[in-house]
């Protein structure tokens, strides 16, 4: 095996975690923090709720709240300027991947300078971002424990995958008794996002043996919680999708993803796609697209979705993705790619920004955007 790296935060988990944020804070060196989250987030009271206990450790903050789903490139530059005028010093952030992606590009152009677009792509992070403490209120983005930050280009209508392992928080905490004011669209687009990220980061191209037993514990428990998460929104149940997520976020963090993200991305950046109902649509093509390259690990997907094998490697495998598509039509979501796309034209569009995708990278087998033309014809 080549060298690898696995890089994670400081994992606090369990119901009623959120009370420990102020120590955490503290605990970073923070007096003023600054603190990023969405108006969903606050309706739910969450945010009233944090800021009591910040209070409790009588922390000064400043709160950021103008952050929309698929976080766009101006209202990161806003927060970073806002950032540096009130003299903030630790970045929290409370909220999904929305919130939690801005809070890394606010805390990235606050202490890096620049524009966003200069960061785009791996690596480019050359000094430290001051502390972050994060708090999924949702269970599928891994953003808190993930070197990745996605954020919309909106001149080039581009979703822009930025990673660093200086952009994996310091602290994440995960309380799933946030889950409970979820409603059960966010739920099921967030355990599916939480799946991709599984598989793809299971047949990664640098997939290791610490990434991949995260992705196969994922897989494993997104599909024995999530129909019950959703039918019963038994707190038993919204505890092991959060663990679930926070696996695949260690998976994929450090193996990086593929193809099906490529063009999640790229569908999120022209159409304004919510990002996990994307999946739904694309997975079963992209894993039969990528088969050929990653038979046996197909197979041992496979197995996990079907509770055993079948005759053989490659009916196990495409009996898997079978019961995949079942699995996710089971939630009455958007399976086809016209219900997000509409115009059949946009199609060499959408594929020749997908094949400019980071995330490509990693994809076991190589993808030219003809691939992905096909991919999207199968989808359609
Ligand atoms: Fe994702």
Redesign the pocket.
């Known amino acids: 095996m080549d060298v690898r790296k696995f890089s994670i935060p400081e994992i606090i988990f369990g119901r009623g975690g959120l009370r420990y944020a102020g120590l955490c804070a503290r605990r970073l060196g923070a007096e003023k923090v600054f603190l990023v989250s969405d108006p969903g987030v606050e309706k739910a009271g969450w945010v009233e709720r944090l800021m009591s206990v910040l209070a409790g450790e009588k922390l000064n903050w400043v709160y950021f709240c103008n952050v929309v789903s698929n976080p766009r490139d101006y209202q990161v530059e806003a927060g970073a300027d806002l950032y540096k005028l009130q003299g903030a010093d630790v970045v929290i952030a409370l909220g999904g991947g929305s919130p939690m992606d801005a809070a890394k590009g606010i805390a990235l152009l606050a202490s890096n300078g620049g524009l966003i677009t200069d960061y785009e792509g791996a690596n480019r992070i050359h000094r430290p971002l001051p502390p972050m403490l994060f708090i999924p209120t949702t269970a599928g983005?891994g953003s808190d424990v993930s070197q990745f930050c996605i954020i919309t280009d909106m001149k080039r209508r581009v979703k822009m995958s930025i990673i660093s392992r200086t952009l994996v928080p310091n602290i994440s905490i995960i309380d799933p008794l946030i889950l409970e004011t979820k409603t059960e669209n966010l739920i099921i687009a967030s355990a599916v996002?939480a799946l991709?990220?599984a598989i793809e980061s299971y047949i990664s191209k640098i997939a290791s043996p610490f990434t991949e037993s995260q992705s196969l514990k994922a897989i494993d428990l997104i599909v024995k919680n999530l129909k019950p998460a959703v039918e019963n929104r038994s707190l038993e149940n919204l505890e092991q999708l959060s663990i679930a997520s926070t696996a695949a976020g260690m998976a994929f963090s450090n193996a990086s993803l593929g193809m099906a993200?490529a063009l999640?991305h790229s569908l999120g950046g022209i159409f304004d796609t919510l990002?996990g109902m994307v999946h739904p649509v694309l997975l079963p093509s992209v894993m039969r697209y990528n088969y050929r390259s990653c038979p046996e690990k197909t197979a041992v997907i496979g197995r996990i979705l079907l509770g055993g094998r079948r005759r053989s490697e490659k009916s196990t495998a495409m009996a898997g993705i079978v019961r995949l598509e079942e699995f996710l039509h089971s939630f009455n979501v958007s399976v086809r790619l016209r219900d997000i796309v509409q115009n059949r034209e946009m199609l060499p569009v959408l594929s020749r920004i997908a094949e400019n995708d980071v995330c490509l990278l990693t994809n076991p087998r190589p993808v030219t955007w003809e691939d992905f033309l096909n991919v999207c014809r199968e989808a359609w």
């Open positions: 983005s996002d991709c990220h993200h999640a990002h």
